[in-house]
């Protein structure tokens, strides 16, 4: 019967390498034996991936009639003198936010060395954004028609993309900067996204009129959007992970008291003689 018992696996220790008289130290895993550690998958690396494919869809939604008709929002031509501005700018910010899905999907799948290859792209896309986004804004005031957005002349608009794409070279460079603190590095670059992408979501039809007469919509503009979907992945990092981040909660936190500025300075004095400077 010991016999018998002694031939029956025991699920315990079913793929485990025994000690015997030759070995006396404590069995291992066969999968350990060889080198080998078990495929874990880290929840926040998930979550980069899924937030950054949300912020895809925004964008396509956002710029539908750029990318399907080559319009501008509405539903306006492109002043001739404008497209290869306009065209060089859709491209570099089309080309990283692409490119910000596939990053974390590398990570997840491993191919760090690919990760950083392609890392060096972005940095030259994000210097194409910074360079031609703030040309843009200033040429749209020059050739572009009268209008009034959030309450603001086109001139006082003008200061919404040149500080938000001043933002996202701020963030940028900080998380290359901090490219091998993966702490730093991911929060950075989902932070620098978030501060361009109200250029998507404000071109949504009908999205800004569900806040655009709330305190939110006076205060923030069109980045509320932007905020709730900052606040949407604290919240659901911090349900995921049971952790606390402390670089995202900072730099959002930064990013949030920027946004509100930025409402303000449009508007100033200051900001007035500076918008007549740049644009004539």
Same mark, same amino acid.
């Given at each position: 019967?010991?016999?018998?018992?002694?031939?029956? =696996?025991? =699920?315990? !220790?079913?793929?485990?390498?025994?000690?015997?008289?030759?070995?006396?130290?404590?069995? #291992?895993?066969?999968?350990?034996? *060889?080198?080998?550690?078990?495929?874990?998958?880290?929840?926040?690396?998930?979550?980069?991936?899924?937030?950054?494919?949300?912020?895809? #869809?925004? $964008?396509?939604?956002?710029?539908?009639?750029?990318?399907?008709?080559?319009?501008?929002?509405?539903?306006?031509?492109?002043?001739? =003198?404008?497209?290869?501005?306009?065209?060089?700018?859709?491209?570099?910010?089309?080309?990283?936010? #692409?490119?910000?899905?596939?990053?974390?999907?590398?990570?997840?799948?491993?191919?760090?060395?690919?990760?950083? $290859?392609?890392?060096?792209?972005?940095?030259?896309?994000?210097?194409?954004?910074?360079?031609?986004?703030?040309?843009?804004?200033?040429?749209?005031?020059?050739?572009?028609?009268?209008?009034?957005?959030?309450?603001?002349?086109?001139?006082? !608009?003008?200061?919404?993309?040149?500080?938000? #794409?001043?933002? !996202?070279?701020?963030?940028?460079?900080?998380?290359?900067?901090?490219?091998?603190?993966?702490?730093?590095?991911? =929060?950075?670059? *989902?932070?620098?996204?978030?501060?361009?992408?109200?250029?998507? /979501?404000?071109?949504?039809?009908?999205?800004?009129?569900?806040?655009?007469?709330?305190? +939110?919509?006076?205060?923030?503009?069109?980045?509320?959007?932007?905020? *709730?979907?900052?606040?949407?992945?604290?919240?659901?990092?911090?349900?995921?992970?049971?952790?606390?981040? @402390? +670089?995202?909660?900072?730099?959002?936190?930064?990013?949030?008291?920027?946004?509100?500025?930025?409402?303000?300075?449009? /508007?100033?004095?200051?900001?007035? @003689?500076?918008?007549?400077?740049?644009?004539?």
């Amino acid at each position: 019967m010991a016999d018998f018992a002694d031939s029956i =696996p025991n =699920p315990k !220790f079913e793929g485990r390498l025994p000690s015997t008289p030759m070995n006396p130290a404590p069995s #291992v895993s066969i999968r350990e034996a *060889l080198g080998q550690s078990p495929v874990r998958t880290n929840p926040a690396r998930l979550l980069y991936a899924a937030f950054a494919l949300l912020l895809v #869809v925004v $964008t396509f939604l956002g710029f539908q009639r750029f990318y399907l008709h080559g319009r501008a929002y509405p539903d306006r031509v492109i002043p001739a =003198p404008m497209l290869p501005l306009i065209v060089t700018h859709g491209a570099a910010m089309t080309g990283w936010i #692409v490119l910000f899905l596939v990053q974390p999907l590398l990570i997840v799948g491993n191919h760090r060395r690919l990760h950083m $290859t392609l890392g060096k792209i972005g940095g030259g896309l994000a210097a194409i954004i910074v360079g031609v986004g703030l040309i843009v804004p200033i040429e749209v005031v020059r050739h572009g028609p009268e209008f009034t957005l959030w309450g603001l002349t086109r001139r006082q !608009f003008m200061a919404i993309p040149i500080f938000s #794409v001043l933002l !996202f070279g701020l963030f940028v460079t900080i998380g290359i900067w901090n490219r091998r603190r993966p702490q730093i590095h991911r =929060p950075m670059m *989902l932070l620098a996204t978030l501060s361009i992408i109200a250029a998507a /979501t404000d071109r949504i039809t009908g999205l800004s009129e569900l806040y655009s007469e709330s305190l +939110w919509g006076r205060v923030f503009g069109p980045y509320f959007p932007a905020l *709730l979907v900052g606040a949407l992945f604290l919240v659901v990092k911090w349900l995921l992970t049971w952790s606390f981040d @402390r +670089w995202y909660s900072v730099g959002f936190a930064a990013l949030v008291a920027a946004w509100a500025a930025i409402m303000v300075v449009a /508007t100033s004095a200051p900001w007035a @003689r500076i918008a007549s400077f740049l644009a004539g």
